[in-house]
T-cell receptor
Framework: GDSVTQMEGPVTLSEEAFLTINCTYT??????LFWYVQYPGEGLQLLLK?????DKGSNKGFEATYRKETTSFHLEKGSVQVSDSAVYFC??????????FGKGTMLLVSP | EPEVTQTPSHQVTQMGQEVILRCVPI?????FYWYRQILGQKVEFLVS????????KSEIFDDQFSVERPDGSNFTLKIRSTKLEDSAMYFC?????????????FGSGTQLSVL
């Protein structure tokens, strides 16, 4: 079946460091890919998405490119802030609104 | 901004007890979902609900689970006889339409601990 694999956390960075959180997927066909973020005490929020190969999703300085050849959708940010500390979830969608998530990766950014 | 509200934020129960997790979806939404995340594992889809009936469910959602929209505002998940392995964070979500997760709103979750 479909699955999503994310790098283990926590990822600990200093402010202004470069961030990469790896995500790879297994799916037949052409899923849409997403990154969700969960800030402490809040619900999951859609961060960015890409619906076809080579699409780049971007939002709030975060980017991810849908790479079909490597079945990857790695999340990147050039300069993280303390306020980016959260749990990040990679997910895929086939069909309507049923998402398949990864385990989540906690990001901790220190001043 | 509208939000999905889940109560309680933490629930502790004894094994074998019934538990009801409550969610108030966004008021004009029509599609409702429950997901859960066991500690250290993936967020897993449990069930989707539309027009007062289940539209899709996963293999996790067995006879011990049920969902209900009792009064037009709440959306509940009931676990009839809890097991230790039901301990998890349970997320409710809702959307106005059945397609397009861009408008899927999640609650902040209920942490269920079964002792």
């Amino acid at each position: 079946g479909d699955s999503v694999t994310q790098m283990e956390g926590p990822v600990t960075l200093s402010e202004e460091a470069f961030l990469t959180i790896n995500c790879t997927y297994t799916a037949t066909g052409y899923p849409s890919l997403f990154w969700y973020v969960q800030y402490p005490g809040e619900g999951l929020q859609l961060l960015l998405k890409a619906t076809k190969a080579d699409d780049k999703g971007s939002n709030k300085g975060f980017e991810a490119t849908y790479r079909k050849e490597t079945t990857s959708f790695h999340l990147e940010k050039g300069s993280v802030q303390v306020s980016d500390s959260a749990v990040y979830f990679c997910a895929l969608l086939k069909g309507y609104s049923t998402l398949t998530f990864g385990k989540g990766t906690m990001l901790l950014v220190s001043p | 901004e509208p939000e999905v509200t889940q109560t309680p934020s933490h629930q502790v129960t004894q094994m074998g007890q019934e538990v009801i997790l409550r969610c108030v979806p966004i008021s004009n939404h029509l599609y409702f979902y429950w997901y859960r995340q066991i500690l250290g594992q993936k967020v897993e889809f449990l069930v989707s609900f539309y027009n007062n009936e289940i539209s899709e469910k996963s293999e996790i959602f067995d006879d011990q689970f049920s969902v209900e929209r009792p009064d037009g505002s709440n959306f509940t998940l009931k676990i009839r006889s809890t097991k230790l392995e039901d301990s998890a964070m349970y997320f409710c979500a809702s959307t106005a339409t059945g397609t397009g997760v861009e408008k899927l709103f999640f609650g902040s979750g209920t942490q269920l601990s079964v002792l």
